[in-house]
C-alpha cells in the first residue's frame, strides 16, 4: 500500500517538484516500501532516530534534517545527513561549519522560516531572512540551497496559502540578490494536508508523512 500510494503522489506531483518522504516514528520496514514506491529523499526530524535507520537502510536514497538541532547533536548531524533543511540559528550554523570543516565537508542547508512568527516555532522571523541569508553565506561549509517552512498549525489548507506566498516572496528576493555561497533553489513547504496549496504558492519540495504512510489518510 506504501509503495502504491508513493507511486499516487509522483505520478501527480509536477516534475518540478521534489517529493520528501517525512519518516518520523516509521519503521524500517516501512521506509523500505517507500524506497520501492520511488522516494528518493527521507527526512527524519531528530539525529538518534536517523542514526539507527540510517544504519539499516544505507545510502539508498538522501537523508534530509527536517527537526530543530540541539548543539551538542550537531557532530553527529554532519555525519549523518546530507542536507539541513531546518537551520534556525546563527549559532547552530556556526556549529555546523565547524564540524563540517573537521570532515571537510560541504553541508547543504535550507535556511527555516517562521512564516507565521509563532512564539513556540523555531525559525527566523520574515524579516530576519535576508540578514540570516547574508550571514551564513560567510561560512566556508555551508552551502545555502533554499528555505524551508512549516506554516502555522492550521485546520485549513486554505489559510496556510498567505504564509505560503509570503515565503515563496521572501525566496525570490533573495534568490534575485544572486549572493555568493547561495543558490536559492529549493524551496521546501507543504505536507500531507497542505501540498497541493503550497506547490501553488510556488513550493519546488514538499514533506509528506501522512499521505505516504497512513492507511486511514484519505488525501
Ligand atoms: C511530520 C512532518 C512533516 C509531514 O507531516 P504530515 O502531515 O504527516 O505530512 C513535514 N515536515 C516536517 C518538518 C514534519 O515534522
Redesign the pocket.
Known amino acids: 500500500m506504501i509503495e502504491e500510494r508513493v507511486g499516487e503522489i509522483l505520478r501527480e506531483l509536477p516534475s518540478t517538484v521534489e517529493l520528501?518522504a517525512?519518516t518520523?516514528s516509521r519503521s524500517v520496514a516501512e521506509i523500505l516500501e517507500a524506497i520501492a514506491g520511488g522516494v528518493k529523499i527521507i527526512?527524519e526530524?531528530y539525529v538518534q532516530e536517523a542514526e539507527e535507520k540510517l544504519k539499516q537502510i544505507g545510502r539508498c536514497a538522501q537523508w534530509h534534517l527536517?527537526?530543530h538541532l540541539q548543539k551538542n547533536k550537531v557532530k553527529k548531524a554532519v555525519e549523518i545527513f546530507d542536507l539541513m533543511?531546518?537551520l534556525d540559528s546563527l549559532e547552530i550554523a556556526a556549529e555546523i561549519d565547524k564540524r563540517a570543516s573537521g570532515l571537510n565537508r560541504l553541508v547543504p542547508v535550507f535556511i527555516e522560516v517562521n512564516s507565521a512568527a509563532e512564539k513556540q516555532k523555531f525559525g527566523f522571523l520574515p524579516d530576519e531572512v535576508e540578514e540570516a541569508v547574508r550571514e551564513i553565506s560567510k561560512f566556508k561549509n555551508l552551502k545555502i540551497m533554499g528555505l524551508?517552512t512549516?506554516g502555522p498549525d492550521s485546520k485549513s489548507a486554505q489559510d496556510l496559502r498567505p504564509y505560503f506566498q509570503a515565503t515563496y516572496k521572501i525566496f525570490q528576493r533573495i534568490k534575485e540578490m544572486s549572493l555568493s555561497n547561495v543558490q536559492m533553489r529549493y524551496l521546501s513547504m507543504g505536507?500531507?494536508?497542505s501540498?497541493r496549496v503550497a506547490i501553488e504558492a510556488g513550493a519546488n519540495m514538499v514533506?509528506?508523512?501522512?499521505?505516504?504512510?497512513?492507511d486511514r489518510?484519505g488525501r
Open positions: 520528501v517525512a518520523k527526512g526530524n527536517l527537526g533543511q531546518s524551508m512549516l505536507m500531507s494536508d501540498y514533506r509528506l508523512g501522512r499521505a505516504i504512510f497512513s489518510y
